[in-house]
């Protein structure tokens, strides 16, 4: 078994920040690849942002100079710091693991998604 737990979403102003944690623990034997996904209301899930074992990032267009993800592999966990928040930001934002388990093999686990809200 494999747990992600998120924390760190709320409610922000236009122009402000937030950072959100996901943190991986279980019968893990080594992570891949992390990343956090969004999915807005009447929208389909999406990328916003991931990284691999070897710290390589990869951003959504969108995001790009305001979003950075970074991960502690000491503590399986990884975050998203988001500057100069938009309105069109506001979504549930879900965090994705992929990696190996001991009972498991390969696997990919989700988080259980933390609201980020950008309103006045």
């Known amino acids: 078994q494999v747990q992600l737990v998120e924390s760190g979403g709320g409610l922000v102003q236009p122009g402000g920040s937030l950072r959100v944690s996901c943190a991986a623990s279980g019968s893990i034997i080594s992570i891949n690849a992390m990343g956090w996904y969004r999915q807005a209301p009447g929208k389909e899930r999406e990328l916003v942002a991931d990284?691999?074992?070897?710290?390589?990032?990869h951003y959504a267009d969108s995001v790009k100079g305001r979003f950075t993800i970074s991960r502690d592999n000491a503590k399986n966990t990884v975050y998203l710091q988001m500057n100069s928040l938009k309105p069109e930001d506001t979504a549930v934002y879900y965090c994705?693991?992929?990696?190996?388990?001991?009972?498991?093999?390969?696997?990919?686990?989700w988080g259980q998604g933390t609201q980020v809200t950008v309103s006045s």
């Open positions: 994705n693991v992929k990696g190996t388990g001991t009972y498991r093999g390969r696997f990919s686990s």
């Open positions: 990284i691999t074992s070897s710290g390589s990032t």
